[in-house]
């Protein structure tokens, strides 16, 4: 089992950068790959960035290419999210999700856990 939180959320403006974190728990942590996904009011739920658990892979959505970088600390059992350059269309509600096979995918149906999620708004 792994439990994921959230955080780093908020108000910014277009342009502006913003890094989440999310803290995971389980001594398995290391093994997984971690993703982010967001969602969007009245929109489905869309993958952003992926690494694999060792950190030499990553994979990104062609809308946060160059802008987002994903990373991890397995020491810490922490990933990360660095958003730079935001925009509006930025704005969702973001979430962290566990892959246990460690597979580098941006299917949401291929993650086994998931956080509750962080804000993220982006005034224009």
């Known amino acids: 089992q792994v439990y994921l939180v959230e955080s780093g959320g908020g108000l910014v403006q277009a342009g502006g950068s913003l890094r989440l974190s999310c803290a995971a728990s389980?001594?398995?942590?290391?093994?997984?790959?971690m993703g982010w996904f967001r969602q969007a009011p009245g929109k489905d739920r869309e993958f952003v960035a992926v690494i694999t658990w060792s950190g030499g892979s990553t994979y990104y959505a062609d809308s946060v290419k160059g802008r987002f970088t994903i990373s991890r600390d397995n020491a810490k059992n922490m990933v990360y999210l660095q958003m730079n350059s935001l925009k509006p269309e930025d704005t969702a509600v973001y979430y962290c999700?566990?892959?246990?096979?460690?597979?580098?995918?941006?299917?949401?149906?291929?993650?086994?856990?998931w956080g509750q999620g962080t804000q993220v708004t982006v005034s224009s």
């Open positions: 389980g001594r398995t942590f290391s093994t997984y790959a």
């Open positions: 999700a566990a892959n246990k096979f460690g597979w580098l995918t941006g299917l949401s149906r291929e993650y086994d856990y």
